[in-house]
């Protein structure tokens, strides 16, 4: 029996339409351009600001011109699968609305949170259900509405955010391209540094915890960016090593757009130029669980079959890993 790899067969995304500028960030909170650029990267972000409408949109949106450039059938679907840590609800699923808005009959469907490093985890949970033999067509989406959980009035986070959606088709093939490897961790001792600290069971919604802004992202910034700079670097150079991929065959890194110094830290680590650095954090800032698939989408044209390419995370929990992907197709040609 030949062997069953799961290849990327197309790629769609959506980002809002509303930018919100560091200009208009520095008459919220005391910061300006000059700042917000020299330590995080950004220079605007999207945002979704239309009254009632949340993560599922985005994706919804995503996911619709995905099954649109790759001609996909809804009743083909076998199964969605959601990464995001903003829900549009505790329950039910946000994958399971988006199975109603796009009219999948056939498909289960569920919800991944590993925050920002839930896009990587997502590529080889669809790699395994394709694996399995049993599974033709997967959707897997990556989708936060960052703003719903950010606070502007604060200063050390609320430049960095930014909402968006992307997604990936997911197929069989028995050729050697596709999700080849990955490398995965979690670390639950990351907790005190970077969570949200009211609204779950633990500390459920009230008067108190609305009052004292307890349901934005709390974040200690040198602390996750230490992590962050040395997991993801450790990370991305063993699934090279392993893989007997360098700075010569390495088509693409596609690195987390949390922050522009760690980027260029993992960069550096793999001794690899800029230009073969995925970056568009200066466009949308941290989409969380969207930032992996948004640099696909931006960048899909520049991709060639054949080419190798390492997505590489840090999230809380902390939640950190790459996976080895080799591309399925000219992205010229689509």
């Known amino acids: 029996m030949e062997k069953i790899n ?98 999948l009959k056939n498909a289960f469907a569920f919800d991944l949170q590993a925050a920002c490093s839930g896009f990587l985890y997502l590529m080889e949970t669809a790699a395994s259900f394709i694996r399995s033999g049993r599974y033709k067509k997967v959707i897997i989406v990556g989708a936060d509405k960052m703003s719903s959980v950010t606070d502007y009035t604060d200063r050390s986070t609320c430049p960095i955010f930014g909402d968006g959606a992307a997604a990936f088709m997911v197929e069989p093939t ?85 922050n522009m110094r760690i980027i260029d830290a993992v960069a550096h680590r793999m001794e690899l130029p800029i230009e073969k650095v995925m970056v568009n954090i200066h466009r949308y800032g941290n989409t969380s669980a969207a930032t992996l698939p948004l640099c696909i989408w931006d960048f899909e044209e520049k991709l060639k079959k054949g080419d190798n390419l390492i997505f590489t995370a840090f999230g809380a929990g902390f939640t950190w890993g790459a996976v080895y992907v080799k591309w399925g197709y000219d992205g010229s040609k689509k």
């Open 6 to 103: 799961a290849v990327i067969t197309g790629v769609g995304g959506y980002v809002p339409d509303y930018v919100l500028t560091n200009e208009e960030i520095s008459k919220m909170v005391d910061t300006n351009d000059e700042w917000i650029m020299t330590r995080i990267g950004v220079k605007e972000r999207r945002i979704l600001n239309e009254e009632g409408l949340g993560t599922s949109y985005m994706a919804r949106k995503a996911a619709k011109q995905l099954m649109q450039r790759t001609g996909a059938n809804p009743d083909d679907i076998d199964l969605v699968i959601v990464a995001t840590s903003t829900a549009d609800y505790h329950f039910p699923s946000t994958a399971s609305i988006l199975c109603d808005k796009l009219g």
């Open 174 to 258: 028995t050729e050697d391209y596709g999700i080849m490897d990955s490398l995965l961790k979690t670390d639950g001792k990351g907790l005190p540094f970077l969570h949200m600290k009211a609204g779950g069971s633990v500390c459920p919604s009230s008067y108190f915890t609305i009052d004292n802004h307890m349901h934005y992202v709390y974040q200690e910034g040198r602390t996750v960016f230490k992590y962050a700079v040395s997991n993801m670097s450790d990370a991305t150079a063993a699934v090279a090593e392993r893989n007997s991929l360098d700075k010569d065959n390495i088509a693409w890194v596609i690195p987390h757009q949390a």
